[in-house]
């Protein structure tokens, strides 16, 4: 067959070829494409996300160190005292995680309130869990009445 092709065969098939070449060209400049598309609309997402993810990852030791008090014997401040102890169910400003907002605690309550609510909340009738000395000493709960009091 080959050997029977005439001229005008001859230059049909290198047409062809040539073809079948630009074709392949397109076909590879076309995956080519498709994958430098494809990629970049991914590239941006895992550089977005990571940005995020410092803003919460400071506050799952926060939530981690709830409940269980200040036992590092370190002087805390009241928002410390707070985000650690309180903010796994509260939330003052952007300080804590929790969904029940204390925002201007300051002026609705008074210390002398404030201070039953975090011992003994049973006498608020209340279903927060009580702090007791031994999870947060009378320095800790005097720094953090006034943090909290001062959220007016
Ligand atoms: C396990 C979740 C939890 C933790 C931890 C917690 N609370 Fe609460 N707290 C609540 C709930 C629930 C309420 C409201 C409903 C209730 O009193 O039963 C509340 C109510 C309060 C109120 C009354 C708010 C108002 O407007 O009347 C204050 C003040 C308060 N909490 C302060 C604190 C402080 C300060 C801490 C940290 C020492 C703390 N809470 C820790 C669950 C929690």
């Known amino acids: 067959m080959i050997h029977g092709l005439s001229a ?29 598309n494809s990629n970049t609309p991914q590239t941006p997402s ?14 799952a ?3 981690k160190g709830a409940m269980m008090g200040n036992t590092s014997g370190k002087a805390m ?11 796994r169910c509260h939330k003052i400003g952007s300080v804590g995680t929790g969904r029940i907002s204390l925002d201007h605690i300051g002026s609705k309550k008074d210390k002398a309130w404030l201070t039953v609510q975090i011992r003994t909340p049973a006498q608020h009738h209340s279903r927060m869990p009580p702090f007791p000395a031994s999870r947060l000493s009378d320095k800790d709960l005097a720094t953090l009445l006034t943090y909290l009091s001062s959220q007016k």
């Open 8 to 36: 005008g065969a001859s230059r049909a098939r290198g047409q062809f070829i040539a073809v079948c070449f630009a074709g392949l060209a397109l076909f590879l400049a076309g995956c080519g494409g498709s994958n430098t």
């Open 46 to 59: 895992p550089t977005t996300y990571p940005p995020n993810k410092p803003t919460a990852a400071p506050a």
């Open 61 to 63: 030791p926060a939530n």
């Open 77 to 87: 401040t009241g928002e410390q005292i707070f985000a650690m102890d309180c903010g």
